[in-house]
């Protein structure tokens, strides 16, 4: 007898998987000649259920029949009703209901299924109730109503369960039909079976989501302890959550309803249900450290589970934590460190940027240690999340910028695909822009790379950065070999940026002009017209074609206008004896118009991916430099000199309204200046003569000088509107506008597109917008702020001590003041220890004007949860000290 070969294992590493599949090869052709053995006399059972389970293969492939074929698929499976096969009859019910025969074609089934919903056997009557309700339409629903809220209420759990199901399906076509149901769905969630308990309060919800009063008498009546069922009180305990959500909190004792319910849920029996109570309260709004510590501990234990999957919900649930909550979470840092050598390289990565974002600057050394071996292990993409979780953690810790410098480094030169090495050259790129400290060993570390880079787009990048921030170093001379050999070494597009970036060093360092020129003449010969096109200009303008400040404007300026607006005048210029015009092309930033309205979800994310962006400082310097060519653009706002700030997009509108409206806050020394970004959501409007009228009756301080009207605004396409108001000099200025959007509305065709020429006015109210005292305050990175501190002379120190009133904790009382004051928090000190009586909080920032201002915050709490706090400022400027008091002394 020959020997059997063994069978291979699903993960063997084999060439082509797809022998080991029985359906492999299969054709609907061949499967359909197969069905005609529904119509034997004598019916095979096991051979007609083959032949369902390789038509549901195929339809599950994406395989689509033809109407006739599906008719005569249909038909023939209707014969074999008179199977006895229980195996067969499942099968049958399947194909029915994957088939989704026509409203004339039901009716045959119909009779079948009824007697089958009837039926002794409990398997027959749960599958019959499943495709009964998935094919019929409403009337015949009418029909079967009251054997359908029978079944809700059977003994048996699979049929009540079946028919629950079932109605979550029905409630999208027929949700009349289903809510008469609640008496019977309600009777099912006590029932002592596990599924139908959980499905009969998903149901019940669902029937009464519209209602938030129903949803909170629902959630008051189970929470008392009625619902038995792991599955379902982990549904109880999200509906719950959403009640908390929109409840209030009580106003004496400032406890939350239904918290004392999440808390217990904390000591159930089961796992899951134990997991969603403590992921429930670490996601409520506004959670306390009190609140948050049951939940934490929990987890905790969790870590050390011997269920990998335990261990994963815990450590990404804490990793969120750790997000908001940083020194909530640092007592589960030891148990942390333990997972780093985890199997499961998803709970390892999340174990170390989770330590990451909560360790103190004394554990740094040991983190980049313990990281070094982990990096080696595993995939890309998780080793992108390590590097934005270090990019973080030395802005977090700007003094330790050279260990995590040279750890970003060494990986560099390691081996991995394009969004790796992206993702670390953009956080040395940022780590250079934000500490001044680390531009020289950031550009060392880029230059070695780009002696051996494989990517052209991150080579370019690197070449771009070195033209502009190299000649500003203490020796400009020693990035000259580094730019030269991508010149003698790369492809045609690095050679071009290499040229470039000569040409900028050309111009900024004199003494290195000549030895510049030697070597652009070089490229003149180039075989790329691109870089001869490029070193001949440059050429140019280094002998002398232009004047000095005026090559040094051309190479060291970016384009004043957005690139979209310059390739549609491009596009739309005849060429001919009349020069382009550069002047003529618009300065406004257009966008692609929407294909789809806004969901209230995407506003949100790209509301909350905006405030992330400035959580760490300022605008980037690139987003900064565009708001300032936009405004001084316009000759309204050219005079109002350098723009000292903008703040982050503010919303003026709720989501999913007719018109989305956000507001930037442009600081001048002088004047504000308010953007309004407009969004026309209406497919039938076009709304012309655009503008907003702001209201200064609770800003007194404001005198409005200029604004910018939007011409026209079609459906999707983004515009701004401006108002400019000049300060009263000599006083912070604060206070609210209440803004109105009037236009012009033109009711217009969607589907010709033309609209009335005569159109009417209106208006719609916006929110108001405020400007505070942190408008004014620039925050600003300091490496060493002892250094810094002592560099301030004594003599413009003010001090004063204030009470903050009661606080849940020292972390609310420190985040609530960094937030009132606008800056920078230093070396990690906005994070306080969960269990802290006093901490010293350090902030630095620029004040508007130019000079520097150093925060030192002395916080102390009592057992009655009383703060106090001394504040002292030091600065260049002693009004600057006396307005930081002054701040305080008025929120």
Known sequence: MAQLQPVGKKDDDREDDSEYSPFYGIEKGAVLQEARVFNDPQLDARRCAQVITKLLYLLNQGETFTKTEATEVFFAVTKLFQSKDIGLRRMVYLIIKE???????????????????????????????????????????????????????????VVSSAALVSGFHLLQSNPDI???????????????????????????????QNDRLAVSKLVTSLTRGTVRSPLAQCLLIRYTSQVIEESSANPQSGDRPFYDYLEGCL????????FEAARAITELSGVTSRELTPAITVLQLFLSSSKPVMRFAAVRTLNKVAMTHPPAVMNCNIDMESLISDQNRSIATLAITTLLKTGNESSVDRLMKQITNFMLDIADEFKIVVVEAIRSLCLKFPQKYRILMNFLSNILREEGGFEYKKAIVESILILIREIPEAKESGLSHLCEFIEDCEFTYLSTQILHLLGNEGPRTADPSKYIRYIYNRVVLENATVRASAVSALAKFGAAVESLQPRILVLIRRCLYDNDDEVRDRATLYLNYLNGGGNEA???TFLFTSLDVPLVNLESSLLSYDASERRFDMSAVPREMKHQPMLEKKTP???????????KAFANGHLTSSASDAYEKLLNSF????????????????????????????????????YVVLQFNCTNTIKEQLLDDVSVVVDTSEAEDFIQVASRKL????????????VAFQKTEGRLCVGKFSNILKFRVKEVDPNTGDCDDEGYEDEYQLEELEVTAADYVLKTVVTNFRGAWDAINAENEMVDEYGIGVRESLQEAVQAVITILGMQPCEGTESVSSNARSHTCLLAGQFIGGAQVLVRLQFGIDAQKQVAMKLTVRSDDPEVCAQIHEIIGSA
């Open 99 to 157: 088939i989704s025969p026509s409203a004339d074609e039901v009716i045959i089934v119909t009779s079948s299924l009824m007697k089958d919903m009837n039926s002794k056997t409990d398997l027959y009557r749960a599958n019959a109730i499943r495709v009964l309700c998935r094919i019929t339409d409403g009337g015949l629903l009418g029909q079967i109503e009251r054997y359908l809220k029978q079944a809700v209420v059977d003994k048996n759990p």
């Open 178 to 208: 289903v809510k008469r149901w609640s008496n019977e769905v309600q009777e099912a969630v006590q029932s002592k079976a596990s599924l139908v308990q959980f499905h009969a309060l998903a149901l019940l919800h669902q029937i009464r």
């Open 267 to 274: 000591r159930h029996k089961a796992e899951m249900v134990i």
């Open 550 to 552: 005026h090559s040094k």
């Open 601 to 611: 979800a995407s506003k949100k994310a790209a509301k909350e991916a905006g405030q």
């Open 635 to 670: 000759p309204e706002f050219s005079g109002f000199g350098k723009l000292f700030k903008s703040s982050p997009l503010v919303e003026l509108t709720e989501a999913e309204t007719e018109y989305s409206v956000n507001a930037v806050k442009h600081i001048y020394p002088q």
């Open 711 to 722: 011409s026209s605004m079609p459906y999707g396409a983004p515009g701004q509107a401006f």
